[in-house]
């Protein structure tokens, strides 16, 4: 009795060297592979498509939607390049040091220089363009519909106290939609004899309190906390609504 062992060796068809056959190569070892690809790759531009929201500035990354700084970016294009023929290389991405992430979702494009190399011995450097896609994220489409809120302020107060009350409210919605940088609403209802208000930011009620407080002499009658599931993005979510009631006094 004798055993028979399988052994298998593939030669690369190109220069005969043992290699392991590899199907996206083409079945080439990695040498004829990079001298075949280098000049087809330092020809061809490497453009993607990424989705930008313009109401937060998160980036989409598979059914994500990212804050976005240069960790994050890399991961994306990392995972793009990934899709390409650039996978075979060692690259390496690097990003323009004055990148301004902040603002991206106000540009068409961006471009990143990628550092290629072929076993340690580096070749190329490749220009990568990014077209910008401009969106909106699933949390600033619920916003933009008015359907999410994080408070709501009662507002009670005198009929005397109306029109300085117009004028408050809507200094306050001029200066705040100016400065800030992500997408929120401010939703402003009359309701019987008093005002709704709701806001999609808790830290933007917090300040329309403290601009109401400057104007009024106020009083917090009633103040909780209200759980309530919205779905974003066909996800249940569970957010804690601050609720204020307040009445407001000529001061
Ligand atoms: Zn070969
Ligand atoms: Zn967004």
């Known amino acids: 009795m004798f055993c028979l062992a399988l052994k298998y060796t593939y030669f690369c068809p190109r220069c005969g060297k043992p290699t392991q056959y590899n199907k996206e190569r083409n079945g080439l070892c990695i ?3 990079v001298e075949l690809e280098k000049a087809e790759l330092e020809n061809e531009d490497f453009k993607f498509d990424v989705t930008i929201c313009i109401g937060c500035g998160r980036i989409k990354h598979g059914n994500l939607w990212l804050e976005l700084n240069k960790e994050v970016l ?3 294009l990392y995972s793009l390049i990934h899709g390409t023929k650039l ?6 991405v690097e990003l323009p040091t004055n990148i301004d992430l902040s603002s991206a979702y106000q ?12 076993r340690d011995q580096k070749i190329i450097r490749k220009q990568i363009t990014l077209r910008i896609n401009k969106a909106f994220c699933p949390l600033c489409s619920k916003k933009q519909s008015g359907k999410y809120y994080e408070s709501v302020i009662h507002i009670r107060f005198q009929r005397e106290s109306r ?8 200094e306050f919605i001029n200066t705040t939609t100016t400065r800030l940088e992500k997408l929120e609403t401010i939703d402003v209802k009359k309701e019987g004899e008093g005002i709704v ?3 999609s930011s808790r830290k933007l009620a917090k300040e329309l309190l403290s601009a109401l407080n400057r104007k009024f002499s106020l009083a917090i009658l009633r103040k909780y906390r209200t759980p309530v599931t919205v779905n ?7 957010i804690n609504i601050d609720v ?8």
Do not use: G, H, P, W
């Open 31 to 33: 040498d004829c592979f």
């Open 74 to 76: 890399k991961t994306r």
């Open 87 to 92: 996978k075979f290389y060692d690259f390496e």
């Open 107 to 118: 540009y068409d494009k961006l471009d990143i220089i990628a550092n290629v190399s072929v």
């Open 163 to 170: 029109s300085k009350l117009t004028e408050v409210l809507s």
């Open 197 to 199: 208000i709701r806001l």
């Open 232 to 238: 974003i993005n066909n996800r249940q979510q569970l």
């Open 244 to 251: 204020f009631i307040i009445r407001l006094f000529q001061a």
